[in-house]
């Protein structure tokens, strides 16, 4: 089984910013893209960005284009989501993912594996 596993959330204030780290484990598998995703109380879950494992190209919703970087450590089979300028509105857990293959990174079902989350919290 492959796990994902999220780790650097927490409190912060707003213009802040944090990083998240996401590491893969267990049984290997050809990595296609992984991505973040993010789910406020009451909201759907909403794809933030993602990147190809082997080229490295990115991808970023909107709200978060400008701020939030993300970047791979392919021996490490580590995603990392670092995110500047942070805004109450970007309070949510944010879960990793990642696909084996896929043709739309921007959507929940062309990922294959999930995390189990990390809360963000933005105070004003």
């Known amino acids: 089984q492959v796990q994902l596993v999220e780790s650097g959330g927490g409190l912060v204030q707003a213009g802040g910013s944090l990083r998240l780290s996401c590491a893969a484990s267990g049984r290997t598998f050809v990595m296609y893209a992984m991505a973040w995703f993010r789910q406020a109380p009451g909201k759907e879950r909403d794809f933030v960005a993602a990147i190809n494992w082997g080229v490295g190209s990115t991808r970023y919703a909107d709200s978060v284009k400008g701020r939030f970087t993300i970047s791979r450590d392919v021996a490490k089979n580590t995603v990392y989501l670092l995110m500047n300028s942070l805004k109450p509105e970007d309070t949510a857990v944010y879960y990793c993912?990642?696909?084996?293959?896929?043709?739309?990174?921007?959507?929940?079902?062309?990922?294959?594996?999930w995390g189990q989350g990390t809360q963000v919290t933005v105070s004003s």
């Open positions: 993912a990642a696909a084996k293959t896929l043709r739309d990174s921007s959507l929940e079902s062309q990922y294959d594996y």
